[in-house]
């Protein structure tokens, strides 16, 4: 039984078990005093009766037979009655009775003192015990109440309420666990709309100049035409931003359930970059689509899109005017990789571990397009389609992204 596994019930029962073998020996021993004291008792009455009948002169043949006798009659009992000798004659009246009642009496009452003694000391041991024990489970748990994780539930010993206590340790680790997560969340939360808020900051102060401007030289024809298109440019940032700030969120909440499909690779790549070859032939840029063995990938078709299309996005931010951005891929035995070069500027050694980061912008690029968090969301989902993204770069020597999905 788990019960006995605990070692302060296991010393408690060893108690009880040598008490009970105790009040067996004690009775043993009382019963074999009772009957010592009885023998002293009889022989003192003998002695006392055969006494009395020397003095009234019975011969020592009558006296004899008398005190062995075994038999009893009528007549001894009347006379016994007679002289006040009943079975309802007070014990203090038989004085040899009186006394062997009083011995049996002391006897009971010093050996139930004892043994009370010892059973009510044992028993407030072990409640002691017990209850320093509770005592400092409950000092424990009130730390973790208190947030204070750095206790620990007494957890040195087998038994039934050590269990109880891992559970508690265990229920400790996952609540801290949760706390922790909390904050993160929290702390991302609050970093997220600070850096929304940062981000919102330059467009809307852009703004407010624009329709000032706007507003003081309403009759500037030429004046309203410039600043009504830096508008426009400033409210499509502000909208980029909430869009891609919306997905992200979708992808954090896991609310984005993937309906991958096979698709056709070189459709899936034409598709990414149609909506931005425009821009590159106006900023003197150029898109390169190898044409390489048809392949197909199961994936989310719009959302891969999505992820090519940012990470090509990014490589036009990155490029001057006659650079060229090169899209290739490569099945092996595992894996198919889409990768996406570019012979622009290149990432500086301390950037490269940040690339992927929520509006993260290295000091070379904060007079680049883009708002940081292209590169975040593609990752977030090539990465919840169970791809891998990675990246390769050196500064003047251009950026190679890699998108790797398991066949």
Known sequence: MNLFQDKQIKHYTAFILALVLLIFLSVIGL???????????????????VTSLFQQGVSKDVIAKAITSTTSSQEGATLLANIGVTNHTAI???????????????????FSVILSSLLLAGSFIFLWKREQLYLQAAKVITNFTEGDFSYHMPLMKEGTIYRLF??????????????????????????????ISHQLKTPLAALTMYHEIISEEPEQVQTVIEYSQKTELALKRMEQLIQ???????LDAGSIVFEKESCCLSELIAQAASELTTRAAREGKEIIVEELPEETLICDKQWTCEAIGNIVKNALDHTDSGEKIHVTWKRTPAMLRIMITDNGSGIAPEDLHHVFKRFYRSRKSLDTQGIGLGLSLAKAIVEGQGGIISVQSALQEGTAFTLSFLT
């Open 92 to 110: 203090r009246f038989l004085p040899f009775i009186d006394e062997f009642h009083k011995i049996s009496i002391y006897c009971m009452l010093l």
């Open 244 to 250: 891609v700030m919306l997905k992200i969120t979708r």
């Open 166 to 195: 891992a559970c508690v340790d265990q229920l400790a680790i996952i609540l801290q666990s949760k706390n922790e997560a909390e904050k993160k969340a929290k702390d991302f939360l609050k970093s997220t709309i600070s850096d």
């Open 31 to 49: 019963n074999a005093v009772q009957v010592k004291a009885m023998h002293g008792l009889f022989l003192s009455h003998d002695n006392a009766v």
